[in-house]
């Protein structure tokens, strides 16, 4: 009877821990890269609706802007129409107003600031030597100034006059600095009276 020898090495048999092993690591690469897979694609989508909500934000910003522009445009035609249709209904020369005033003044009265706040009303500032010249101008433009409907004195400051405020005023020879008095008035002016003295100069 023969005996079989085997001569080759025998193969030692795998461990099962080595299998699981394996399937678990795939199942890991499988699971990894699914989940890479689907979170790129989310950040995807995310930055699409970002790009579009800017964009839709960005066409909001114009139109209102648009809005804000033709709003502003609209305004201010209104007002430069408002402003031609005032000087259109108002024709009241200003010169006869400011000669009549200057007559009324005392030898010594200059006008210093005159100005209109509505229609037919003046704020007049003027400067006078004494403060008693002030009641005085005023009491003239109640009485002999046909074209004033109403006056009334808002305030009266002293003020001191400096060196080039005497070589103006004929050089004054007192060593002292006398005050002067600026007086503020607000005139009213009688319409049918300075249409009278527009056309009588005329």
Known sequence: MLAEINLLPQKEPKSPL???????LVVFFIGASAFL???????Q??????????????VEQATQQAKSVQSTDTEAVQQLYTAIQWV???PVKT???????????????????FAYTSELVVQVAIQFDESREAAYFLSRLKVDTPI??????LSVDTFE????????????????????????????????EIDKLVKEEE
């Open 161 to 192: 006059v400096d060196e080039g405020d005497k070589e103006e005023e004929e050089q004054v020879e007192e060593e002292k600095v006398m005050p002067r008095y600026l007086a503020l008035y607000q005139i009213e002016m009688n319409r049918n």
């Open 18 to 24: 080595f299998l699981i092993l394996m399937m678990v």
């Open 148 to 153: 004033v409907q109403d006056a009334k004195i």
């Open 95 to 113: 010169v006869p107003i400011i000669d009549t005033l200057t007559k009324a003044l005392p030898q010594r009265g200059f006008i210093r600031e």
């Open 88 to 90: 259109n209904q108002y």
């Open 37 to 43: 897979g689907w979170k790129y694609m989310s950040l």
């Open 45 to 58: 989508e995310e930055k699409q609706v970002t790009k579009t909500a800017i964009s839709d934000v960005k």
